[in-house]
């Protein structure tokens, strides 16, 4: 499927076919466990996880030649249950984007309408899974990397609890929004795979040290007396009518399915793009130090002095976007500006948690559209860093506050997918698939 497939939807900037024939030839060596749903599953993984012996790039020509030594946890834990890891995914360089645009290496398409964008930052992912390509995949999500790019495609994905999932050997963007996930058609193969990734590690100080629990077990079709939340702000102007006329639908279903509606306020959810754009590009500016030009990645072959080797090798490794960022997250950073911007941030981002948190004291699940619009076309935003940035802005809250969330098929509007999005409490991932199940 990826030979004749790819060749269009551009979703893969490698593909491991020895290595996963390989890990593929020893399943069938051995007798058969029916208990393992993983067992040969083909998954792509996003090209910002590190794969032992396989180039991860980031999709930066920055790491452009990077050969990790070991695996990230998450593709261990899928190793270990045998899942088979086919090949690396196309994103925006470092995950920053919305579009799949900003890759140095090459452009993904929308499997529904190749002049559209798969979504992004993890597009290559999306468009993977949704032309049939992989079963299911992984992808980050800091700002709505997987549940943006999920809708755009027509399929499930999930961005679990802050905590839930190791960041071992994801490569940093944002490390306090950062969060591993998974793509796949439907929500029982979501609920399988996350369970195989999920848990503590103690190689990331972030994971938590709790139980995972059997996701599939929640998977029981009933909703009965779930109470949920629509926030007002979500189904604001911005939103498309073709878009909002699905979920208002979606609404519906759930009420038929005997839950409860109400519409709530998350009063501060419009200035989560602001906050988050000082936060993230902050965290990425301090991430992306270490690419210096020495210690690995890209070194310019022009540098004659320590200090070109520095400037040359980051002028010449990184993109626009990521330039973009690196140079609002040192200004927002600098002693003369750090009260103004970083802090404001911070202390907005506790209002945005404030906002959920006292929606949750009375309700189980808050839900709207995961994006203002179905896909875009290519090239029509990558121009314009402002306006894509605004795609994010009902993904980014659940960023803010580490929050689940989950985007699922809602229909179309104009031929184009819609995605439902559903944000759950803090490590109650089983409620927001248990609805996620029943409404699919
Ligand atoms: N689109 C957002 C950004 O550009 C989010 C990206 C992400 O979640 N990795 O930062």
């Not at 020893?26 to 910002?48: R, S, T, Y």
């Not at 070194?299 to 609002?328: C, H, N, Q, W």
């Amino acid at each position: 499927q990826i030979e004749t497939t790819d060749q269009q939807v551009d979703a893969f900037l490698r593909v491991d076919a020895e290595g996963a024939q390989a890990a593929a030839a020893k399943i069938d060596e051995q007798p058969i466990d029916v208990a393992n749903l993983l067992a040969g599953m083909p998954i792509g993984i996003k090209d910002n996880l590190l794969t032992d012996g396989v180039i991860t790039t980031a999709a930066s020509k920055m790491l452009a030649n990077f050969k990790p030594v070991f695996d990230a946890t998450v593709v261990e834990k899928l190793k270990a249950k045998e899942a088979i890891m086919i090949g690396k995914t196309n994103l925006d360089e470092f995950a920053m984007g919305s579009s799949t645009e900003t890759s140095a290496f090459k452009k993904t398409k929308n499997p529904w309408d190749l002049t559209k964008v798969p979504g992004g930052s993890s597009g290559g992912s999306a468009a993977a899974v949704a032309s049939g390509e992989v079963v299911a995949a992984l992808g980050t999500d800091t700002g709505g990397s997987i549940r943006q790019p999920a809708a755009f495609n027509g399929i499930v994905g999930i961005k679990p609890t802050y905590g839930r999932v190791s960041r071992w050997g994801a490569i940093a963007f944002a490390s306090s929004l950062d969060q591993v996930g998974v793509f796949s058609r439907n929500v029982a193969d979501n609920a399988t795979v996350l369970e195989a990734i999920s848990g503590h590690d103690e190689k990331d100080s972030t994971s938590a040290n709790l139980p995972v629990p059997n996701y599939r077990a929640a998977l029981n079709g009933d909703i009965k007396g779930m109470k949920i939340a629509v926030a007002k702000e979500y189904m604001a102007e911005g939103v498309e009518p073709g878009v909002k006329a699905q979920i208002e639908a979606a609404i519906e279903t759930f009420k038929s399915l005997g839950a409860t509606v109400d519409e709530v306020s998350l009063p501060h959810s419009q200035y989560a793009v602001q906050t988050y754009y000082i936060i993230a590009s902050s965290e990425a500016s301090s991430n992306l130090s270490r690419y210096d030009g020495i210690r690995y990645g890209y070194r310019s072959p022009e540098a004659k002095t320590l200090e070109e080797v520095y400037v040359k090798s980051r002028s010449e490794g990184f993109g626009d976007e990521v330039k973009r960022r690196i140079m609002l997250g040192t200004f927002a950073l600098s002693s003369g500006f750090y009260d103004a911007y970083f802090k404001k941030a911070g202390q907005m981002r506790t209002l945005i948690i404030r906002d959920f948190e006292q929606v949750f004291a009375d309700y189980d699940l808050v839900v709207g559209p995961t994006a203002p619009t179905t896909a875009f076309e290519l090239g029509d935003k990558v121009t314009d860093p402002v306006t894509m940035y605004m795609n994010d802005i009902l993904t980014i809250p659940a960023n803010m506050a580490g929050l689940p969330a989950m985007s699922v098929p809602a229909g179309f509007a104009d031929g184009m997918p819609v995605g439902l999005q559903i944000i759950g409490k803090a490590f109650d991932e089983e409620t927001v698939y248990r609805a996620g199940y029943a409404f699919e």
